[in-house]
């Protein structure tokens, strides 16, 4: 990705919780936090793969306020949609997706443009797990929660550079995931080349804690900046396994007056950001 977060330097120093936090004289949520960070990622002249809900708020508030020329696609076969504010898709394969779009192609044709990341576990080399939580061949023989499974994501992650966006919570940061449903760096180092993916792996992770990348040599994941009022050591003992941290460690800017207003007039319902 081309747009660096915004940071500013210092850390007050406290650890307090961030269901809600104050920029100005406005509020907001976790879940508005993660879509703003998310993105300032993101570039004028990118094409995104966006799945729904924060990566999709995401991508159009970047498109709103400082990126016009992205391009969102849907795997569903989507190419340049027009997302109108209170009416977001629920389904990548909705027919409201395809309001205003540029293309409209099979799965099969817009899969080739890829970009996108998404699960509900995430370990240490970024691995995705968006299949199962629990062991499939234990005593009961039985996962003990069925999730919604890959849709594209394998395709996606194995061919591009992603950015994924979560809330940061040990249960999901764990050390290594149930399944693997979307590749990162696999076991580290070189092994995800060996396997025979030559290109992409994850970018960026962005949570309500922090903003997330990978050791270039290692492939672990490297805690990178801090939200308002986080420390490293909240971090640390949110996360499953031991994270590494970068040597000069910012804090971002929390989200302006401008972007929660942009953000809030896409999601006036609140359906995604509350």
């Known amino acids: 990705m081309a747009l660096a977060p915004r940071f500013r330097g ?9 269901a809600r936090m104050s ?18 990622l993101l570039g004028d002249g990118q094409v995104v793969f966006a799945g729904v809900g924060i990566p999709l708020l995401a991508a159009t508030l970047a498109q709103r306020l400082h990126a016009p020329g992205l391009t969102i ?16 898709p629920p389904s990548t394969n909705e027919q409201r997706c ?3 779009a540029n293309m409209v192609l099979s799965s099969t044709d817009v899969l080739l443009l890829l970009q996108r990341g998404y699960g509900a576990q995430i370990d240490q080399y970024g691995n995705l797990n968006s299949s199962f939580i629990g062991e499939p061949r234990g005593a009961t023989g039985h996962p003990v929660t069925r999730l919604p499974g890959t849709g594209g994501g394998n395709d996606i992650a194995s061919l591009t550079r992603m950015i994924v966006a979560m809330k940061h919570e040990k249960r999901r940061f764990v050390s290594r995931v149930d399944f693997v449903t979307s590749p990162g760096f696999l076991s580290g180092e070189e092994s995800r080349r060996d396997a025979g993916l030559i290109t ?18 290692s492939k672990r994941m490297q805690l990178h900046a801090l939200h308002p009022g986080i420390t490293a050591d ?32 896409l999601d006036p319902d609140r359906l995604y950001t509350a």
């Open 10 to 18: 210092g850390d007050d120093g406290n650890g307090g919780a961030l």
């Open 23 to 40: 920029a100005g004289l406005a509020a907001y949520t976790a879940s508005e936090l993660l879509a703003v960070m998310s993105a300032r």
């Open 73 to 88: 696609l849907f795997e569903g076969g989507v190419i340049g949609a027009f997302i109108e504010p209170g009416k977001l």
């Open 98 to 100: 395809t309001r205003r």
């Open 200 to 217: 992409g792996g994850i970018y960026r992770v962005v949570t309500d804690l922090g903003i997330f990348g990978f050791d270039e040599h």
């Open 234 to 265: 909240r971090v640390q003992e949110s996360t499953g396994f031991e994270l590494l941290v970068a040597p000069d460690l910012p804090v971002t800017d929390p989200p302006t007056e401008d972007e929660l207003a942009a953000l809030r007039h």
